[in-house]
């Protein structure tokens, strides 16, 4: 009866060890509303090149007609993401990714952004990877149709250290641009040239692409110093130059030694690298 009571107990015990170690579901929080809009978390394990890691996504979704920013939300002005993980749990780092953006045309101006609904994907990584992060997100974000307005979700989701894959996560980060282009899929920067001494100095951006006329390039430059948006000046075979014009509003000795952040796209794929103006 003894070794029988034991064998059972035996049992259990490696049957709730193999249920923690085995993998479960992606994870997500409830749906978070406001204006238009609404917000959640979602997390699991998913694939950036060729590496499977742990990520979270914050996810907002928004009417037909309705659009939010990228990190740098374009001339035309505009609310940037901003992503508060202070609160949570067992949280090592999170960092925050981006998905390749689009240039929006309207009557205001060019602004850069998504629409429709957005991903950022966050690389998680835990203090203690057997135990599950609690991450709580304070958002805010901009939207904007007929009129802009401000947005803010406090989000929280629980994962556990055995969550499953993510194929929606591993679908968003695939369209986060890399600094490796994929040859004959991603655009990149095949040459650049700043002239600083012209009537209206300028960077010039030569972006290699097979298809030109869809081709598109942003520039970012670090601790929010403003950077015009690149505006397209020719199209050549398997080139698209944009030049961006730095004689107004723009402090040429802020941006000299800066690592400015290039980012281009083209609907089959995306890149960025990084310059410095000196």
Known sequence: MRL???????CL???AATALS????????????????QAR?????????????????VEVAMPEGWKTYWRAPGDAGGVPPDFDWNASENLQSADVLYPAPHRLSDKAGDTVGYKGGVIFPVRVVPKDATKPVVLRGKVE????????????????????????ASAELTDTLARVPQTSPRSGVDPKLDTWHFDPLAQKPKLVLNVETSV???????????GGIYVPLPKRVANASGKAVFEVDLSVDVDLKELKG?????TMVDGKGQSETTITLK
């Open 4 to 10: 029988t009571i034991g064998l059972a107990f035996a």
């Open 13 to 15: 015990s490696l049957n």
């Open 22 to 37: 085995e993998p479960g579901a992606p994870v997500s929080s409830d749906w978070v509303k406001g204006f238009d809009n």
């Open 41 to 57: 978390l979602v997390a699991g394990q998913a694939v950036r090149d060729g590496k499977t890691a742990l990520y979270a996504g």
């Open 141 to 164: 974000y901009g939207l904007c149709k007929d009129i802009c307005i401000p947005a803010q979700a406090d989000l929280k989701v629980v994962i556990p250290p055995n969550v499953g």
């Open 212 to 222: 030109p006329d869809k081709a598109d390039a942003f520039v970012v430059a670090p």
């Open 258 to 262: 800066k690592a400015l952040t290039v």
